[in-house]
């Protein structure tokens, strides 16, 4: 096939976890309460559509887990429940225009 995903060992060595079926307007404060008891969150991109985001975690160990928690206890905060899965990025690059920021 010509899945992004077709070895193992490529889920496993991303730190990006891709998010969908988020609540609309959900923000980066929300997402990180959502993942953070697996390990500290060093970026957090939110899409366009806001319902989707991309997170990146310290370590690939911490994006996994993220993803097997959501495939194992799926959270629905709509109709549809978020779901999870680890992104084809190994990071998420600094300068990414679309990442939400917390000043006031």
Do not use: C, W
Request: avoid cysteine; hydrophobic fraction near 35%; aromatic fraction near 2%.
């Amino acid at each position: 096939t010509n899945s992004p995903f077709n070895k193992l060992s490529d889920l496993v060595m991303s730190k990006v976890v891709h998010f969908q079926h988020l609540p609309n307007g959900v923000t980066e404060a929300e997402i990180i309460k959502l993942v953070s008891g697996y390990g500290p969150v060093k970026k957090v991109v939110i899409l366009n559509p806001k319902t989707q985001a991309l997170v990146e975690m310290e370590t690939h160990q911490a994006a996994a887990q993220v993803v097997k928690l959501l495939s194992s206890k799926p959270i629905r905060p709509n109709t549809k429940p978020v779901q999870a899965e680890i992104a084809t990025s190994q990071s998420l690059n600094k300068t990414d225009s679309t990442t939400t920021t917390t000043s006031s």
